[in-house]
């Protein structure tokens, strides 16, 4: 099983004494959306029933469905319910700034998940519990670069605009692209908010406009596999290397076709847990790095045997 965190390989310390071990946690949760994809929808199961696993954890959990006002609404609500923890997956990295610190200065820690806030709000939080988004975009570009053998003209379909997983992923392949490959261009990048229909509209466009592609890079694995329908359907997707991040269940069946030739292994189950164990280790007094990244490894054809579908 992919770590947790750096420190959950230590459960609750025992030897701190019965009184500690008693002593429970209510902590809430404002998650970013949870209809979007089925990644988050298994996020929010497996933090539930990490959650009551532990035994002495209560825990709110919210949705803010995509409206970073109804996010900050709902962080400001868990500080009037005087929450021990607060665990967000920010809408929007720069916007929930005001929220958080408003719980920094109630003396509630916070705990950001998956999708990394402006380094304007560091001082304000007591860790980060996620993937590392912009080392998945340069592990994408490598595996482009293999694929491609250095040379051919690329396209990227992104998430969501203004969201930090999408901005880091984008920018982690576009800044290990030219360095890992001079001789492949990235010739445009459109986003598809994590969408597969919108993914393979945009797709569509990029197949009438350019006579020539050679590869696609997407933010994640729903959006390929949308893009990988438009070739398809097309008839061009013999011709085109389809990258992903994010491994969904859709990719891991496209890569086992041939179809797609490789993405990001990132297990919601293993992020949610992450989240979980951070703020209660934050809670029982430990040493907490700020920043705590779960591990996410290429995964091709070449060593899809060695991961399990996704369940999402």
Same mark, same amino acid.
């Given at each position: 099983?992919? =770590?947790?965190?750096?420190?959950?390989? /230590?459960?609750?310390?025992?030897?701190?004494? +019965?009184?500690?071990?008693?002593? /429970?946690?209510?902590?809430?949760?404002?998650?970013?959306?949870?209809?979007?994809?089925?990644?988050?929808?298994?996020?929010?199961?497996?933090?539930?029933?990490?959650? $009551?696993?532990?035994?002495?954890?209560?825990?709110?959990?919210?949705?803010?469905?995509?409206?970073?006002?109804?996010?900050?609404?709902?962080?400001?609500?868990?500080?009037?319910? *005087?929450?021990?923890?607060?665990?967000?997956?920010?809408?929007?990295?720069? #916007?929930?700034?005001?929220?958080?610190?408003?719980?920094?200065?109630?003396?509630? @820690?916070?705990?950001?998940?998956?999708?990394?806030?402006?380094?304007?709000?560091?001082?304000?939080?007591?860790? &980060?519990?996620? @993937?590392?988004?912009?080392?998945?975009?340069?592990?994408?570009?490598?595996?482009?670069?293999?694929?491609?053998?250095?040379?051919? *003209?690329?396209?990227?379909?992104?998430?969501?605009?203004?969201?930090?997983?999408?901005?880091?992923?984008?920018?982690?392949?576009?800044?290990?692209?030219?360095?890992?490959? @001079?001789?492949?261009?990235?010739?445009?990048?459109? @986003? $598809?908010?994590?969408?597969?229909?919108?993914?393979? *509209?945009?797709?569509?466009? &990029?197949?009438?406009?350019?006579?020539?592609?050679?590869?696609?890079?997407?933010?994640?694995?729903?959006?390929?596999?949308?893009? +990988?329908?438009?070739?398809?359907?097309?008839?061009?997707?013999?011709?085109?290397?389809?990258?992903?991040?994010?491994?969904?269940?859709?990719? =891991?069946?496209?890569?086992?076709?041939?179809? =797609? =030739?490789?993405?990001?292994?990132?297990?919601?189950?293993?992020?949610?847990?992450? $989240?979980?164990?951070?703020?209660?280790?934050?809670? #029982?007094?430990?040493?907490?790095?700020?920043?705590?990244?779960?591990?996410?490894?290429?995964?091709?054809?070449?060593?899809?045997?060695?991961?399990?579908?996704?369940?999402?």
């Amino acid at each position: 099983m992919i =770590y947790k965190t750096a420190l959950a390989t /230590s459960v609750m310390i025992l030897s701190a004494g +019965l009184a500690q071990a008693e002593e /429970s946690y209510r902590i809430g949760i404002t998650q970013n959306n949870v209809g979007v994809d089925s990644y988050q929808t298994t996020y929010e199961s497996a933090f539930e029933q990490a959650a $009551a696993k532990q035994g002495n954890v209560d825990v709110v959990v919210l949705d803010a469905g995509g409206d970073v006002a109804r996010q900050i609404g709902q962080v400001r609500n868990l500080i009037q319910q *005087r929450v021990d923890a607060i665990i967000i997956w920010p809408t929007n990295g720069q #916007a929930v700034i005001p929220a958080i610190r408003q719980a920094h200065k109630a003396g509630i @820690p916070v705990v950001v998940t998956n999708s990394k806030i402006a380094e304007a709000g560091l001082d304000y939080i007591a860790a &980060f519990s996620g @993937p590392d988004n912009v080392q998945q975009g340069a592990s994408s570009a490598e595996m482009m670069c293999e694929a491609l053998d250095g040379e051919g *003209r690329v396209v990227q379909i992104t998430g969501q605009p203004g969201y930090t997983t999408a901005m880091e992923r984008a920018k982690g392949f576009e800044e290990r692209l030219p360095e890992a490959c @001079p001789g492949v261009e990235l010739v445009e990048t459109q @986003p $598809a908010d994590w969408n597969r229909e919108k993914a393979q *509209r945009v797709m569509e466009n &990029f197949l009438t406009k350019y006579d020539d592609i050679d590869g696609v890079y997407a933010g994640d694995d729903n959006m390929g596999v949308g893009a +990988l329908n438009a070739a398809k359907s097309a008839g061009r997707a013999d011709e085109i290397v389809f990258i992903g991040a994010t491994n969904f269940a859709v990719g =891991y069946e496209a890569i086992e076709r041939g179809e =797609y =030739y490789g993405s990001i292994y990132q297990s919601p189950v293993d992020d949610a847990e992450a $989240a979980l164990q951070t703020a209660l280790d934050v809670l #029982a007094g430990e040493e907490v790095p700020k920043m705590n990244f779960f591990e996410t490894p290429k995964i091709t054809a070449d060593n899809l045997a060695e991961f399990d579908k996704p369940v999402f």
